[in-house]
C-alpha cells in the first residue's frame, strides 16, 4: 500500500511562502540583538565618515564649478574692449570719463545674485600711472559697495596690488577688507592680474570679484548635516575661507591626525570622542573642505541603525541556506520544469501541448503566462514576415523610381554630345551644365557633399541663368580653398542665388552684382550669397518662415528646405539667416560645422 502525501506549500501562494519564510528568517535576529547593541555605534560612525567623504568630494567639486563661473566671467571681462581700452590713452577728459562710466556700469551688469539680496560684485582696479582719470575714485574712496572701477598710480596703490600682480595673470582666493565701503566685513576675494592683449606684459590693472564666501555658502547650504554640523573652507594653513556658521579669516583648530597630503586630490577622515571630522583637499589649489559632525547629534538621530555587523551576516548567512533548502523543492523544481521548455522552444515552431499545471499560486500564472506568450511570439513572428515582405517590396518600388531620373540624366548626356557633334552652340552648352545639375542632384543617393561639388552645381545653375536672361547680371566667386573640402547638405546654395536672381538683380540689367562668398573658422564655415538688389525686404517675415517648421506657409519652400534640412543634419544652432547688404541689397547666410569626409 502506497501513501501519498501532500505537501501543504504547494497549496499556498507564493506570498504567502514568503511571508513564512521571512519569519523563520527574522527571529535570529532577536537572539542576536544584543551583539548589535555593542557594535551598532563603531558601524554607524565608520558608514556615516564614509558617505559625508563622498558627499564633501562632490560639493567641493560644486564649489569648483561656482569658480569655475568666476573665473569665465573674469576671462570676459578681461577680454573686453572697453577694459583694454583703460590703458593710458590720448584724448579729452570728456572720452575718459564716458570711458570710465561704461566701464563702472559694464562691472555692475557682471554681478550675480544670490540668496538674502548679496551678490558676487567686481571690482577694477586700473593702472593709471600718468594720472589721466584724476576725476574718478582711488582706492582710498568708501562710497562704492556694488562693484566698479578705481584708479591707482605707483605713489597711491593698496599694498596687495603688487602681490597678485606677481602672479602673472593667475586666479587665486585671498582674504580682503574695507573693500568699497569702510562698514563691510572682511569679504573672501577671487583676484586675478589684468594684462593687455595687444601689448603683451603691459599692466591694465587687477579685477577683484567680492563675496565669494557667500557664494560658497550658498553651495554648503545643499549639504544637510546633522544638528550642529559646521563646514569650513580653508587654505593649508587652516585659516578659514568660508564657513557655514561663523567669520572667515579665523584659524580652525583640527585634530593632529587630520593631514592633507601632497596628491592633486585627496580625502582623509579622523573620528574622536565628540566629532567626526571629514576632510577633502585639492593641493594645487591649496584648500581643503572640512565637515565637522558631532557625533552625539549623530546617535542621536540613527539609533535605530543597530543590525549591520559582520557576525550576525555569518550566522544569517548559514540559518538562510537551511530554510532555503527546506522551500527548494516547493519553488525551484517547477521553475526548473519551465526552465526546460523554455531552452527546447524555437521560436516560430508550433508550441507543444501545454503541461498539465496543478497548482494556482504566482509560479502556476507564471507558466501559464510562459506558455501563452510562446504562441503570441509565433504570431508576432508571422507578422514580422510579412511587413519585411512588404518592405522588400517598397524597396524594389524605390529602385524603379530612381531609373527615370538616371535615364534623363544619360540622355541629357547624349543630346549634348550629339549637339557638340553638330557644331558648338549655346544650346549645347546648357544642355551639359543641365545635365551637371541632375548628376549633382543626385549625388549617387549621398545626402552630404563636399562644398567644391556644391558649388560646381551653383555654377552650373548660374550659367544657366545668365544665358536665360542674356548675361543680364555678373557673378563673382571668392571661396576659401581650404572650405572646398567641407561636408555640406547638396543643393543648398542654388536656392539663395535663384532668390537673389528673382527678388534682387532680376531687373537691374547689367548694375545687377551677386556675390558668393565662402570663409572659415575655426569650428564653423560661413557660405553668403550677397545681392545689390534695391527692392525692400521684410526681414522679420523671412525670419519667422525660416522657424516655421511645420511647413504650412506657401512661399518660400525652397529657403524653409534648406533651413530644415540643414538644422536635421547638424542641429539647431547652424542653419540659414537673412540681413541687409551694407550699402544696399541683401545678405543670405549658412553657417555650417567643420566636418570632412573620414
Request: aromatic residues 10%.
Amino acid at each position: 500500500m502506497k501513501l501519498h502525501l501532500t505537501n501543504p506549500l504547494t497549496k499556498m501562494k507564493v506570498k504567502q511562502q514568503l511571508i513564512l519564510l521571512f519569519l523563520l528568517l527574522v527571529s535570529p535576529v532577536f537572539a542576536l540583538n544584543w551583539y548589535a547593541n555593542a557594535r551598532a555605534e563603531d558601524i554607524l560612525k565608520q558608514h556615516v565618515t564614509s558617505a559625508y567623504a563622498e558627499l564633501s568630494k562632490q560639493n567641493l567639486a560644486l564649489m569648483n564649478r561656482d569658480m569655475d563661473t568666476v573665473s569665465r566671467v573674469m576671462t570676459t571681462l578681461i577680454q573686453h574692449s572697453l577694459i583694454q581700452s583703460l590703458n593710458p590713452m590720448i584724448g579729452d577728459t570728456a572720452d575718459r570719463v564716458r570711458q570710465y562710466a561704461d566701464a563702472d556700469k559694464l562691472l555692475s551688469s557682471y554681478s550675480m545674485g544670490m540668496n538674502g539680496g548679496e551678490a558676487v560684485y567686481y571690482y577694477l582696479y586700473a593702472y593709471d600711472p600718468n594720472n589721466r582719470y584724476e576725476f574718478a575714485p582711488t582706492p582710498s574712496s568708501k562710497f562704492k559697495a556694488v562693484g566698479g572701477v578705481y584708479f591707482y598710480n605707483d605713489k597711491q596703490k593698496p599694498e596687495w596690488i603688487d602681490e597678485i600682480l606677481s602672479k602673472r595673470g593667475k586666479g587665486y582666493l585671498r582674504i580682503m577688507n574695507d573693500l568699497g565701503s569702510s562698514s563691510r566685513p572682511d569679504t573672501l576675494a577671487y583676484v586675478r592680474a589684468v594684462y593687455s592683449t595687444s601689448q603683451g606684459n603691459q599692466v591694465v590693472g587687477v579685477l577683484v570679484a567680492t563675496n565669494i564666501n557667500r557664494k560658497l555658502v550658498e553651495s554648503m547650504r545643499t549639504v544637510s548635516l546633522p544638528d550642529k554640523g559646521e563646514i569650513y573652507l580653508t587654505d593649508y594653513e587652516d585659516r578659514v575661507l568660508a564657513s557655514s556658521t561663523g567669520p572667515i579669516g579665523d584659524r580652525l583648530e583640527l585634530p593632529a591626525e587630520l593631514r592633507a597630503g601632497d596628491d592633486v586630490e585627496g580625502q582623509s577622515n579622523v573620528i574622536t570622542d565628540g566629532y567626526i571630522y571629514v576632510q577633502s583637499y585639492q593641493y594645487l589649489a591649496q584648500q581643503k573642505l572640512i565637515y565637522k559632525i558631532p557625533t552625539r547629534s549623530l546617535l542621536q538621530q540613527q539609533n535605530e541603525l543597530k543590525f549591520v555587523i559582520q557576525l550576525i551576516s555569518l550566522v544569517y548567512f548559514f540559518f538562510c541556506i537551511v530554510v532555503m533548502a527546506y522551500f527548494w523543492r516547493s519553488l525551484l523544481t517547477p521553475l526548473q520544469r519551465l526552465a526546460v521548455f523554455t531552452r527546447s522552444y524555437v521560436p516560430g515552431k508550433k508550441v507543444p501541448a501545454q503541461a498539465a499545471i496543478d497548482r494556482n499560486d504566482e509560479v502556476g500564472v507564471l507558466m501559464h503566462s510562459v506558455y501563452g506568450m510562446a504562441g503570441r511570439l509565433n504570431s508576432l513572428i508571422e507578422d514580422r514576415y510579412l511587413m519585411e515582405i512588404k518592405q522588400k517590396e517598397a524597396q524594389l518600388q524605390l529602385l524603379y523610381q530612381q531609373i527615370n531620373p538616371h535615364l534623363l540624366y544619360n540622355t541629357l548626356e547624349s543630346i549634348y554630345w550629339k549637339s557638340t557633334l553638330e557644331g558648338p552652340s549655346e544650346s549645347g552648352e546648357m544642355i551639359k551644365e543641365l545635365a551637371q545639375l541632375m548628376r549633382i542632384g543626385l549625388s549617387r543617393g549621398r545626402e552630404l557633399i563636399t562644398l567644391e561639388e556644391e558649388l560646381a552645381h551653383a555654377k552650373a545653375y548660374t550659367s544657366l541663368q545668365q544665358k536665360r536672361y542674356e548675361y543680364g547680371f555678373s557673378v563673382a566667386w571668392d571661396i576659401d580653398e581650404r572650405t572646398l573640402a567641407n561636408l555640406i547638405p547638396k543643393i543648398v546654395i542654388q536656392p539663395l542665388i535663384e532668390n537673389a536672381i528673382l527678388h534682387g538683380v532680376r531687373n537691374m540689367g547689367e548694375d545687377g552684382e551677386i556675390a558668393v562668398i565662402a570663409s572659415m573658422s575655426e569650428s564653423s564655415v560661413e557660405i553668403r550669397v550677397e545681392d545689390n538688389g534695391y527692392k525692400e525686404t521684410d526681414y522679420e517675415a523671412i525670419a519667422r518662415l525660416l522657424e516655421d517648421d511645420d511647413g504650412s506657409a506657401g512661399a518660400g519652400y525652397g529657403i524653409r528646405n534648406v533651413q530644415q534640412r540643414i538644422r536635421l543634419q547638424f542641429g539647431a544652432e547652424y542653419g540659414l539667416t537673412y540681413r541687409p547688404r551694407k550699402g544696399g541689397g541683401t545678405v543670405a547666410g549658412i553657417v555650417l560645422p567643420v566636418k570632412r569626409e573620414l
